[in-house]
């Protein structure tokens, strides 16, 4: 292992110990095999088996380098604590790169900001390609490298990774990521926006090894352009569909396709954002081990409006933070994965607005529906200007989200205290009054797209004959 911290300049080559307290800024951290068989830290102390100066992140790559990681300064015990645990990650065939976030307790109720991200670790192979693709970095400039990487690979992914996860310092478990076999699970995606965020997307669902047990459906509420042909033919094993006229806000698209395929599991994922390795592996599990009916997870933002990543903290118990302060958002209904039959008792989502209608299924839910949280980092979700949540031309007859959160409120609150019923109050479930039709789209071996109107049994059909080939 060897370090470099920008206030102490050359570290002695011998073998000595570094007190933490003596380091400041971001830490560059090499790792080699050996030591992934033997923790070098001790205490407060990070005993150095080898040590080197070096002035630019392109010198921190030396004969058997393995890993690399630029850790903040207070983290690096915490760093050392986990590497054999990282390691199993790390040892991977593959390119991964791993976000590293200060373990803190959840909150209690409502969501919860806990601060810029700066630290992760890599394999080198990651490392020598963010030297190309970010060259010059001198290790005394490196504030905003894990900001710029994330952003790489939620776009052209230049750096090659394969594997993005996220993981809490220190690491308690040494289980590699890629063990757990998944059930068959409906992930459900509605689309508009830009078309290179929508192949991000696809493409860290599909890098999962089991990610053919993710079945995936795509609904778009855009015209399909060439940008959007091209992402077709791209990912020819998933399921898109069209809808007319557009837009009709992706509730419509998302009940639609809920009720138009079969598995015993939903996954939701919003077609702007990223999902970690683990995530579905992760989430199955926990939806056993809560023995809850659907669980969410903590998000690690990208914020391309403040240029940082953000880590956003989530209350586990998502039933008793609502009913403390229903006033605070307490669930990140895109991280989600359900159960069909919990869903399907909720009556599903209200289709009359063009956003925030997950808001008041979170309401409705509360009264059918154990939700939980699961205390892991699953899923980036990108922040950005363009994003329909920033948008508020987008809501109906000008209604603010802000407004309708607070009628939605206090129509819980009455429900709650039994001054009214839920089928009687505001959080009932609403359809839509306007008429939409649903189209199939198959990509031609040429690339160019086929589309084909379908009646929603014959949606289903095609979902079922899907599910059944793969």
């Known amino acids: 292992m060897y370090l470099y911290s920008p206030n102490l300049g050359i570290v002695s080559t011998r073998r000595r110990a570094v007190r933490s307290d003596q380091l400041e800024g971001l830490l560059v951290v090499g790792l080699t095999f050996a030591d992934f068989e033997s923790s070098p830290a001790l205490g407060k102390q990070v005993l150095l088996q080898e040590a080197v100066c070096v002035s630019s992140l392109a010198d921190a790559i030396v004969e058997d380098t393995v890993a690399v990681a630029i850790v903040a300064a207070p983290l690096l015990p915490l760093f050392c604590d986990s590497i054999q ?65 994330i952003c790489d690979l939620a776009n052209g992914n230049n750096i090659g990774c394969q594997r993005l996860l996220v993981k809490q310092l220190p690491v308690l478990t040494s289980v590699p990521s890629d063990l757990s ?70 509730y419509v698209v998302r009940q639609h396709l809920i009720d138009s395929t079969r598995q015993q599991l939903i996954g939701f994922h919003d077609s702007d954002d990223i999902s970690t390795h683990d995530r579905f592996s992760v989430m199955t599990g926990e939806l056993e081990s809560l023995k809850c009916d659907m669980v969410g997870c903590h998000e690690l933002r990208l914020n391309e409006i403040s240029g940082h990543v953000e880590a956003i903290r989530f209350p586990l118990n998502v039933n008793n933070s609502l009913r403390d302060d229903p006033g605070r958002s307490c669930f990140l209904y895109a991280s989600a994965l359900c159960c069909r039959q919990a869903f399907e008792r909720t009556g599903g989502f209200s289709t009359n607005y063009k956003i925030a209608n997950d808001t008041q299924f979170l309401f409705r839910a509360f009264f059918h529906l154990h939700i939980r949280n699961s205390d892991n980092f699953l899923y980036i979700r990108r922040m950005h200007r363009n994003g329909l949540s920033i948008q508020s031309h987008m809501c109906d007859k000008l209604t603010s989200r802000a407004e309708m959160r607070r009628n939605w409120e206090r129509a819980f609150k009455e429900v709650l205290s039994g001054r009214r019923s839920l089928t009687d109050s505001i959080l009932g479930v609403i359809r839509t009054n306007e008429n939409y039709q649903l189209f199939r789209i198959l990509a031609k071996s040429s690339g160019s797209v086929a589309r084909f109107e379908t009646a929603p049994d014959e949606v289903s059909l095609l979902s079922d004959e899907r599910s059944a080939s793969i």
């Not at 689309?191 to 192949?199: F, I, N, P, T």
């Open 85 to 149: 645990n990282l390691s199993k990650e790390l040892r991977s065939q593959s390119s991964t790169f791993i976000v590293l976030v200060k373990r803190r307790l959840a909150p209690t109720a409502g969501v919860r900001n806990d601060g810029v991200v700066d630290s992760f670790v890599c394999t080198v192979d990651i490392l020598r390609k963010i030297i190309r693709v970010f060259a010059p970095l001198s290790v005394g400039k490196l504030d905003h490298l894990c900001y710029k990487s």
């Open 181 to 250: 076999v998944l059930p068959r699970i409906d992930l459900i995606m509605a689309h508009r926006g830009e078309s290179a965020h929508l192949e991000a997307s696809l493409r860290y669902i599909r890098g999962n090894s089991n990610w053919q047990r993710i079945l995936i459906h795509v609904g778009l509420d855009t015209d399909c352009d060439s940008n959007l042909r091209d992402v077709v033919h791209n990912n020819a094993p998933v399921a898109f569909f069209q809808v007319r006229p557009t837009p009709m806000g992706p």
